[in-house]
């Protein structure tokens, strides 16, 4: 997918799809020799903006990991990485058939919250992928993406009766999601 | 609680299953050798090490690593065995660093299997020393104890283990080094083959999404798996009742998610990988949940009791009713936010109507604020046909779970209350009573508490706002309150065994005689109520001590020391009209037992009116805010853990004219005498 293009979520099947997944993945930072408990560790977080009618709602991050509703669930905080094989450090589940019906935006960012821009985060990427079949929808790369230390990933946006995806893939710079704010609503 | 120990120091262990973690920051062999009282090894089989990792109640890993993580049980491990000590030992041969001096502190960490530390100990000062005895666990008049050794040996293994009086202690010296460098050789060992998610308590924290993270977070070797302690090579397990004593006496069965475990059946052996699984657990897999029938297309599944995940119907019962508890807060919390948004915006609407000139001409302002109610009526009916979706979800859910819940899940009317029989085992939960929302008036939630109590119960006889508006006078209400304090009695001696659930009654002025007759002709009371100031101190000494000397006999590690007629069961203190008998000693008391009765099996449940305690002012507020208030009628006063709406709670009330109070409690004193003879 590249920036800016959107995608229906409607399936080929004519079904429409049911639950998305955004995860986000990297490298841990390399142990230093000597005093390995005293590396660098790098920590990415993952959060989803619940918007109605431009009006942010609830945010799902990692103090608040389920949305008041239970449509959007954060698995968890990961400080840390993984060991970059390309699991996903980190989740959101977005059960589309249970967001409120106000609910019209989903817009899902990234931000490094131990302050280390996408330049030093190895293996870095973040992805979209529909959860039923795990096939994934839309994947970027992080690392090496610039001195960033956020990325407005995607939204999720009510057409009709059903959903669709556009990538948004627009950087900024912030600590946790409320930096991201002014840079989130011009991508409404 | 974790003790960061010092050279020297020990500390009390009041777990006999522990872990025990090395973080080095370079690969090093860890071992443990065991020995009799005067500290010495009597043989090679005293000794586990890389290259025979597995003794009676020790396993150690295969391979020199990073970090290790020691698997331990202490009950398991031989009589004769006075002493494990933990040594670690820079391999040999292999280009690495030569002595410890040159490395960072390692550093040693006595863990529960819940992964909570115990005690903590950072070898310092190592100077040319290549091995080192890091810490031992000790007998210590019949109780286990750690202490932080430090111990280090220029010479490496050999003067080490010789040390210890092993005669042969060159040769397993070069024994275990010639382990090491194979094992060093191998690549990443297999992943180890987990029978069982028994390491899920200490997983939980990684990230559990990517399909190819099946390494564990702990530093980065790739010799970490070998280190894992459910690894067992030789297939066998030690011996399942060897376990049996557990010293946490009153805190109950421990908190089934942290970690159970099915294992597989024991089979009789003296090596083997220490077993994880709960002493008093089964330990056949339990019977699957049952299936759903497969939904029709287009509609959702018919719901089924027990329909959630758990080891036994009772937990998957008690999982699947905080499910829906959690499905209709948060189902109701999403109508809730769709109505204030549409609110919003119709109010934001017709605003704007009303300033913008042009709506005075002609029928276009009408039109407008037709528009916006319209708007308004549409967005509200949508979420309303959501919410009633799923309110007909949980409804058809509700009607099986509720005919299927043991009776301590079950209201009082329920069938299975008149099949009573005393129970064997302590139920996990409780059910205090009902829980629904004003959007769902026909939906009750169970209101199920986790047994033990981790709070006290405060039955509030004070005036309350009742939503209904209902007025009822002070006399009644007491009255009321009462009545269900009797009633949540009942239930929680019904649901304990017969010699695991103490009762005493305090009713300082006697006015509640007759509310607990059927306690006290029962016979399920160990004695009448106490009445007046002396019997109020009475029984508070008495619980007191009772808390004293738990608390002791658990910090030290002696649960066994107690007094042979010493009550081992769970006991609660209802008192009716607090404070109305009490002085300020006995006050200061009831905090006492309110503060720490809990963790040491001590509950208390009071019936009082706020009011009737205005006279000693704020001093009482941490005692109000410490018991969970339960009110004699409904009333909205309760939160939800995930969104916070106010849900009313009904209590738990015996249907009128029924004898299903009388019957189950006639049981239970029959079950009591039997027990005592």
Not at chain 2, 25 to 53: F, K, M, N, Q, Y
Not at chain 2, 169 to 180: G, P, R, T, W
Not at chain 2, 369 to 384: G, I, M
Request: net charge negative; glycine share 10%.
């Amino acid at each position: 997918m590249t920036k800016g293009q959107a995608i229906s979520l409607q399936k080929a099947d004519g079904g429409s799809l049911t639950a998305v997944r955004m995860g986000l993945g990297w490298q841990a930072a390399p142990r230093r020799g000597l005093f390995g408990s005293r590396t660098r560790e790098i920590d990415l977080d993952a959060s989803a903006v619940l918007f109605a009618d431009k009006q942010p709602v609830d945010v799902v991050f990692f103090r608040h990991l389920v949305s008041d509703d239970g449509s959007v669930r954060h698995t968890g905080d990961n400080l840390v990485g993984g060991v970059g094989q390309g699991g996903d450090d980190e989740a959101i589940l977005v059960d589309l058939s249970r967001v409120p019906v106000h609910i019209d935006q989903i817009v899902f960012t990234v931000n490094s919250f131990t302050g280390q821009t996408f330049q030093e985060v190895q293996n870095a990427f973040c992805r979209l992928v529909d959860e039923t079949n795990g096939q994934e929808l839309a994947r970027y790369t992080l690392a090496g993406g610039g001195a960033y230390t956020a990325q407005i990933m995607a939204k999720v946006h009510r057409v009709g009766a059903g959903w669709n995806m556009t990538a948004l893939g627009a950087p900024a710079n912030g600590r946790t999601f409320q930096d991201l704010m002014p840079a989130i609503l011009p991508a409404l | 609680m974790t003790a960061e120990l010092v050279r020297g120091q020990n500390h009390p262990l009041s777990e006999a299953r522990l872990e025990i973690r090395v973080s080095a920051g370079t690969p090093v062999v860890a071992a443990a050798t065991l020995s009799d009282e005067s500290g010495r090894i009597h043989g090679v089989e005293w000794v586990a090490h890389p290259g025979a990792p597995t003794l009676p109640g020790v396993e150690v890993s295969r391979q020199a690593a990073a970090d290790h993580r020691l698997a331990v049980d202490l009950d398991a491990v031989a009589e004769t065995v006075h002493r494990v000590s933990v040594l670690l030992a820079l391999p040999t041969g292999v280009g690495g660093p030569v002595d410890f001096g040159s490395l960072a502190a390692p550093v040693v960490a006595v863990t529960g299997l819940d992964g909570t530390e115990v005690a903590g100990f950072t070898l310092t000062g190592l100077g040319p020393e290549s091995a080192v005895v890091a810490l031992e666990l000790y007998r210590r008049q019949g109780a286990w104890k750690v202490r932080a050794i430090g111990q280090g040996y220029a010479g490496g293994l050999a003067d080490l283990l010789a040390d210890q009086g092993l005669a042969q202690a060159h040769q397993l010296a070069s024994a275990i080094n010639e382990a090491v460098a194979q094992g060093v050789a191998r690549s990443v060992p297999a992943p180890p083959s987990r029978t069982a998610d028994g390491d899920r308590s200490r997983q939980t924290t990684a990230s559990a999404l990517g399909p190819d993270q099946a390494a564990s977070p702990y530093g980065g070797q790739g010799a970490q798996t070998a280190s894992d302690p459910y690894q067992g090579s030789q297939g066998n397990q030690v011996p399942q009742g060897a376990a049996d004593a557990v010293a946490s006496y009153p805190t109950g069965p421990a908190d089934p998610s942290a970690t159970t475990q099915p294992g597989t059946p024991a089979a009789s052996g003296t090596g083997g990988p220490v077993d994880y699984s709960h002493p008093r657990r089964r330990n056949t897999a339990p019977a699957p949940p049952p299936a759903a029938p497969p939904a029709e297309p287009g509609r959702p599944a018919q719901p089924v009791a027990g329909d959630a995940t758990g080891w036994s119907m009772e937990e998957r019962l008690y999982n699947q009713v905080w499910g829906m508890f959690e499905d209709l807060a948060r189902s109701t919390a999403a109508y809730r936010s769709a109505v204030d948004f549409a609110d919003t915006r119709m109010d934001r609407e017709l605003d704007e109507v009303l300033s913008d000139p042009r709506s005075r001409i002609g029928g276009q302002g009408d039109a407008a604020r037709e528009s916006a109610r319209a708007k308004h009526a549409q967005l509200v009916d949508q979420a309303r046909q959501v919410l009633d979706r799923d309110l007909a979800q949980l409804a058809a859910e509700a009607d099986v779970v509720e005919p299927a819940l043991p009776p301590a899940y079950a209201r009082w009317d329920n069938p299975t209350w008149h099949a009573y029989r005393v129970p064997m085992e302590m139920p996990m939960a409780l059910r205090l009573g009902d829980l629904h929302l004003p959007e769902s008036d026909r939906l009750r939630i169970p209101m199920l508490i986790r047994l033990p109590l981790e709070r006290g119960l405060w039955i509030d006889s004070g005036r309350t706002g009742s939503p209904d508006g209902s007025f009822l006078d002070s006399h009644e209400l007491r009255r009321l309150a009462l009545d269900s304090a009797v009633a949540h009695t009942a239930r929680l001696l019904a649901v304990h065994p017969a010699d695991e659930f103490t009762v005493h009654v305090l009713d300082p002025a006697g006015s509640g005689a007759q509310a607990f007759a059927p306690l006290v002709h029962s016979g399920v009371l160990t004695a009448p109520p106490a009445v007046g100031a002396a019997g109020v101190a009475d029984i508070l000494t008495r619980l007191t001590e009772h808390v004293d000397l738990v608390q002791m006999a658990v910090r030290g590690g002696a649960a066994d020391s107690l007094p042979p007629d010493f009550d081992t069961a769970h006991q609660l203190l209802v008192v009716n009209d607090f404070p109305h008998g009490f002085d300020d000693r006995a006050v200061t008391r009831l905090r006492y037992l309110a503060d720490e009765g809990p963790a040491v099996g001590v509950h208390l449940m009071l019936v009082a009116d706020r009011e009737d305690a205005a006279g000693y002012g704020p001093l009482l507020d941490p005692l109000w805010r410490g018991l969970m208030r339960l009110t004699p009628v409904p009333e909205d006063h309760l939160a939800d853990p995930w969104v916070g709406h106010a849900w009313t709670y009904e209590p738990a009330l015996l249907p009128p004219g029924s004898q299903v109070l009388q019957q189950v409690l006639a049981q239970v004193a029959e079950a009591r005498r039997l027990w005592r003879k």
